[in-house]
């Protein structure tokens, strides 16, 4: 029993057992209703993510990502969404010029689409803050990070989770 790795065993039966057949049924069930497939797809990205499962996350990311480019356009809020979900797996899985391209699409995207001072488009700005850090170049992160953290101050007050979250950044 010592040096077994449960966290692992239990994470590979998730995937093997919930989150695969999952998406075969998806796939195969749900091809005449693309958005919520992408809905669906987008689900259970997020799900392998907070999971930790960053190699199996990426295949329903990107799927989700194409059917919402296909049937919403690029400027959607589900649309960028999903832009902004797939540069952040990609950061986290330390692939940043891929992150980058991402990131940069999904802000601005939402700057045109929501205007700079909706939540979604602050949130992008923390993301870009967080891959500059991460890339070492540290005064572009921190123009990123204040402007986040301006924008939720203004717009949802000193409290509120968002703003919490982004003094910490």
Known sequence: VAGADFTGLALDSLREQ????TLQTIDQELMD???VRAQLLQSIAVT?????LLEFENTPQRTALEL???ELGDGHRLTLESISSLG??????????????????????RQQALGGEDVDTLASF??????????GLLDEAEEYLTGALEGYRRVAGNLDP???????H
């Open 18 to 21: 919930i989150l695969e057949p």
């Open 33 to 35: 209703v693309p958005l």
């Open 48 to 52: 392998a993510k907070e999971l930790g």
């Open 68 to 70: 919402r480019r296909e």
């Open 88 to 109: 952040v797996l990609l950061e986290d899985r330390g692939e940043f010029d891929e992150a980058d391209s991402y990131l940069r699409e999904a802000l601005a995207g």
């Open 126 to 135: 923390a993301s870009l803050g967080s891959l500059r850090r991460q890339q």
């Open 162 to 168: 968002s703003t919490l979250l982004s003094i910490s």
